[in-house]
């Protein structure tokens, strides 16, 4: 038996260290996995949505669908362009820190290569 709160996501208030597009792919994988018709998807995302991202999602008007919630949420909470290209120059500037073990410093730049939009493989 699975338990519930270990697995829902956990709610988005829109502040700047949050990840929105990480945030909203656990999201879809979560409302994916349960199964939920349109209405219950655009219920729930309404009920994740909390302080300022709260206030701007009531400020939108009538969305009525999944399909509009989502794009909504890109054009606000996407990662905007310029933290790609920050991203990207990272990746060729970046070395281990002494205190950093080898798997936080992969998973780090894995995370870099997502940000703007590489594809890679793992190795084995």
Do not use: C, H
């Not at 829902?8 to 990840?19: I, K, L, M, Y």
């Not at 120059?89 to 894995?110: G, H, L, N, T, V």
């Amino acid at each position: 038996m699975t338990d519930e709160k270990a697995i829902t996501p956990r709610t988005f208030s829109g502040t700047a260290s949050e990840d929105g597009d990480t945030w909203m792919r656990y999201f879809q994988y979560y409302r994916d996995f349960r199964g939920y018709d349109d209405a219950r998807q655009l219920s729930l995302f309404k009920v994740m949505l909390t302080g300022n991202a709260a206030l701007w999602f009531d400020s939108l008007g009538e969305v009525t669908t999944t399909v509009d919630a989502n794009s909504e949420f890109d054009r606000r909470y996407k990662m905007p362009d310029i933290i790609k290209y920050k991203s990207a120059k990272e990746i060729f500037s970046r070395r281990q820190r002494e205190d950093e073990s080898a798997d936080d410093y992969i998973s780090y730049m894995r995370k870099l290569a997502k940000n703007v939009d590489i594809t890679y493989s793992t190795p084995y």
